[in-house]
């Protein structure tokens, strides 16, 4: 995959834009819970992390579904759960390191972060550039760009 949606946890606020624009694309409505993106947040620290999917080199997700609802996309990398095959097992859900797949009760399907296809919804509506989405590389070039100016202004 050569883009990643990338994440700046100092940047977030925790207004969960990402969180709304998330579910109206995929769900029609404004709901956290039904989000594929989610603000994990502790108020007395003061810190809000976006947490998504990883989108894993070796995603357990896919390897203990067992009915194969859960796979990489050959043509964008993308791992992906398809809901026709889903048997709301909640394998995924369980497995996955990040808490990041999720269970929609109504649907009895497992979801997750799909990058919108490739046009990830979050990145484009986080005010505050908290959530991105490019190459890695780039990304990283620029935090070393950063923090050589800090150390050599």
């Not at 990402?18 to 409505?29: D, K, P, Q, R």
Request: charged share 20%; hydrophobic share 35%; proline share 6%.
């Amino acid at each position: 995959m050569s883009k990643v949606l990338l994440i700046e946890y100092d940047k977030c606020v925790g207004c969960k834009n990402c969180e709304m624009i998330c579910s109206l694309v995929h769900e029609g409505t404004c709901s956290s819970r039904l989000s594929r993106i989610r603000v994990a947040r502790d108020e007395r620290a003061g810190w809000n992390i976006p947490v998504s999917c990883a989108m894993c080199e070796e995603p357990i997700c896919v390897a203990v579904c067992p009915s194969g609802a859960c796979g990489r996309d050959p043509n964008t990398g993308i791992i992906m759960i398809d809901s026709a095959r889903c048997i709301g097992c909640r394998q995924c859900v369980m497995a996955c390191p990040f808490g990041h797949a999720n269970f929609d009760p109504l649907k009895k399907t497992a979801f997750k972060c799909d990058l919108c296809q490739g046009d990830p919804q979050c990145a484009k509506w986080c005010w505050t550039g908290a959530i991105s989405y490019g190459p890695l590389e780039e990304w990283l070039a620029q935090k070393r760009q950063q923090l050589a100016l800090k150390l050599h202004p």
